[in-house]
């Protein structure tokens, strides 16, 4: 069974098609990269599963898409949906406000009033994504204070405080110097225990280290789909071969 | 070329001192002004009396009446000015097609175009008669009129400046919250107003600010009657329509009573000062600088 499918899946901004006829299939407690050049629609796919989408305008999907066999264009509503899905993003963006806060909103918008089970979720979620140690004792300073490392781990724990089953990552370290991204990577290969986690990269490498399937996209297309091993050193397709190998892209 | 290079500096130095150079002399004129006043009446007097009646036989000299008619009538400005600002500020941001805010931004931006003269009658001669209707013993001049009036004016200052601080909080904070499962309500409130909170409010006290100084609409519609009242049903005289009506009266120049209008155009150029101040310490202290 899988954790999130998607099956004949296009996705139209205007007339351009940036998602053709795509089907995928997700396991449980798996870390899946979504590799591929710029524009090759791994993003958008991402964003198919929390429908984060919707907020383009002139953005239009077909096809299907089920998260635990639930169609999720279909049979949720948009804001359940989203609180199963935790999505972190390309640059960190922490609110304005205090650590806290931040790690807590998640709660506060579910409308979770009881002050020692909200205290308990935020200690929860930073202990998950390794940040905990270094916030102790300064949970009511802005999260803004943070090095952008810590920020996206911020990031990672209030996406966590809702207790989702599946973590979407949008290039979660592109913006991170080598030390914060291993720490991000080390976070990911950890959560992937309670977790099911979906991560878009550029980094190849990054791929390899922590992921457990890779699908490379192209021009739209899902070009392969495989065990990240196979895929980094025996890949099916020629286009894939020459991606992985630096020759496009 | 080097000769002519500084000329041009120069000329453009000299522009930005007449800005400079204006507001000195108006602080002189009115110190020099006020200060003469403040020879002839107590700062006491000034401050504590109740009655305002330089014109009158029997002079008092409290500038608490026409103090009290300027901030009733801003207050009636900002009470209705903030709610309605502020919403469609958050409605032409956060819910509205950016096509439709295109369209609408610039003509409600027109309402601080208009005359303020024709606030004025449109307070008296429509305004207060609607409100008579509904509302017993308000008077023919009275302090609501002219301020829900002069609300309506100052609804594109609060607009204006609180969606430019809404666009600029990041939209990645927008998505972050709508990724966690909020809705546009929650999204709105609790992230992107805190986040623009410190434009917001610097709109708010420009509001104020341009509010206080009003002249024309409470002239028409307030009634010129110095009082010493908080009722919004009666009529009252605010500090810049008592400057206007001795401007523009026969009192001699040079008189204690001529003077009075500095000493009352100081009092209201420290509140604005004041304001200014505030607003300009907010900006550089609150501004969030993101990633």
Redesign the interface.
Known sequence: MYKLEAKNANLFYGDKQALKNINIGIKPNSVTAFIGPSGCGKSTLLRCFNRMNDLIENARVEGDFLMDEINIYKDINTYELRKRIGMVFQKPNPFPKTIFENVSYGLRINGMKDKKMIEERVVESLKQSALWNEVEGSLHKSALSLSGGQQQRICIARALATEPTVLLMDEPASALDPISTAKIEDLIYTLKNKFTIVIVTHNMQQAARISDKTAFFYLGELIEFEKTKKMFTNPEEEKTQNYITGRFG | MRYKEKLIEFLMMACSFISVLTTLAIIIILAVDSFQFFEEVSIKEFLTSKQWTPLFSEKHFGILPLLMGTLLTTTIAIAVAVPLGLTIAIYLNEYA?PRFTAYVKPILETLAAIPTVVYGFFALQFVTPLLQQFIPGLGGFNALSPGLVMGIMIIPYITSLSEDALRAV?S??R?????????KF?TAF??MV??ASSGIIVSIILAISRALGETMIVAIAAGQEPKFTFNPKESVETITTYIVQVSMGDVPQDSLEYRTIFAAGMTLFLFTFLLNNISFWMRKRFT????
């Open positions: 097609s990041p990645s904070l998505e972050a919250s709508y990724g966690m499962g909020a809705t929650q609790r992230v805190p986040a969030i600088r993101y990633q």
